[in-house]
């Protein structure tokens, strides 16, 4: 990509963000339910693991619905790793060309562009 102005350049941004939130809302998902599994194991109140695992219960009916949704969009491929590869390396090297291009000018000097104020 030479001119990310070109709205061409655009064609499956909305797209691409979106797996990207879910990938990442995927992740948080799954953490918060490994945090809970964690504290259920460390609590003794009784009450406390109860409610601790109503909410695992909940995060667990999260990640099911958003699996399903991701895999329904294509965005992910629990069952099929060849295909999961390609899609991973294609978000990684849209990241990295993203990360590469140029927007900063080599001449970064504001000199002169801003009103100055008497001396």
């Not at 030479?2 to 691409?16: H, S």
């Not at 695992?53 to 992910?76: N, P, T, V, Y």
């Not at 790793?81 to 291009?101: F, H, P, T, W």
């Not at 140029?102 to 801003?114: A, E, M, S, V």
Request: without cysteine.
């Amino acid at each position: 990509m030479n001119d990310y102005l070109d709205p061409q350049n655009a064609i499956d941004m909305p797209d691409k963000a979106d797996s990207a939130f879910a990938m990442d809302f995927l992740i948080s998902v799954k953490t918060g339910i490994r945090t809970y599994g964690a504290a259920i194991t460390e609590t003794t109140d009784p009450e406390l693991r109860t409610v601790l695992q109503r909410q695992m219960d909940k995060a667990l009916d999260l990640h099911g619905e958003l699996s399903d949704f991701m895999i329904e969009k294509g965005w992910l491929h629990p069952h099929d790793l060849g295909n999961q590869y390609e899609v991973d390396i294609k978000s990684l090297e849209e990241a990295v060309s993203i990360a590469n291009l140029n927007i900063y000018p080599k001449d970064t000097d504001r000199l002169g562009t801003f009103a100055t104020p008497n001396n």
